[in-house]
């Protein structure tokens, strides 16, 4: 059964810093990986999705790697702000013969930037 | 495209009631996903539909929960009879079978039993 594990499970971290963001999975087979911003009260808003033959995705600030073999993916954020303080979701879609739809969530790290 | 709707936002209700919570998913997307929200259990995929048809029902908890998709652009997540066990965020999302199979959330429908 394929398990996400998220860690930190809670950041605070000054206005500038570079932050790295972890998730592990323990099963390589899967389909893609997508990260996740939580805000407090709010949906999920999808910010990098990384398919299984890809390495890295970048948008902005914000770089998602993967590295299937070791069952991990990063997501590192540049030059950390106040308004990225939210809770960090990574999921995978494993890569089953019964199906490939479900997305399985991590726990998440929830990240506050202080000014 | 307006993303996914979700109707109510929010929903208080009394233990023993019927809830029903609304979703339009994005236009083409041929998929649609209900999943729920905890503190105590994060976020659990409850049912899955694809084209119209139920998949994957297994994570829904009980028989007081049914799950529909009439058309390609609505579903309803019912729950009949309430608990307070029931309360939780609710969140619809769907995905394209094509492309980069990226999944999109609405914002959710708060549901609470008192």
């Known amino acids: 059964k394929q398990e996400v594990t998220q860690i930190p499970a809670a950041l605070s971290v000054p206005e500038g810093e570079n932050l790295v963001l972890n998730c592990s999975f323990t099963d390589s087979a899967i389909y893609n990986l997508q990260w996740f911003r939580q805000d407090p009260g709010k949906g999920l808003t999808s910010l990098l999705l990384i398919q299984s033959s890809q390495r890295e995705q970048t948008s902005g600030r914000l770089n998602a790697s993967l590295d299937k073999s070791s069952g991990r993916s990063t997501l590192y954020i540049a030059a950390s702000q106040p308004g990225d303080s939210a809770t960090y979701l990574c999921a995978v879609i494993p890569l089953s013969i019964y199906n490939t739809d479900k997305l399985i969530f991590g726990t998440g790290t929830r990240l506050q930037v202080f000014p | ?114």
Request: hydrophobic share 30%.
């Open chain 2, 1 to 114: 495209d307006a993303g996914v709707i979700q109707s109510p936002r929010h929903e208080v209700t009394e233990m023993g009631q019927e809830v029903t919570l609304r979703c339009k998913p994005i236009s083409g997307h041929d998929y649609l996903f209900w999943y729920r929200q905890t503190m105590m259990r994060g976020l659990e995929l409850l049912i899955y539909f694809n084209n119209n048809v139920p998949i994957d029902d297994s994570g829904m908890p009980e028989d007081r929960f049914s799950a529909k998709m009439p058309n390609a652009s609505f579903s309803t997540l019912k729950i009949q009879p309430s608990e307070p066990r029931d309360s939780a965020v609710y969140f619809c999302a769907s995905r394209g079978a094509q492309g980069n199979y990226g999944y999109t959330f609405g914002s959710g429908t708060r549901l609470t039993v008192v």
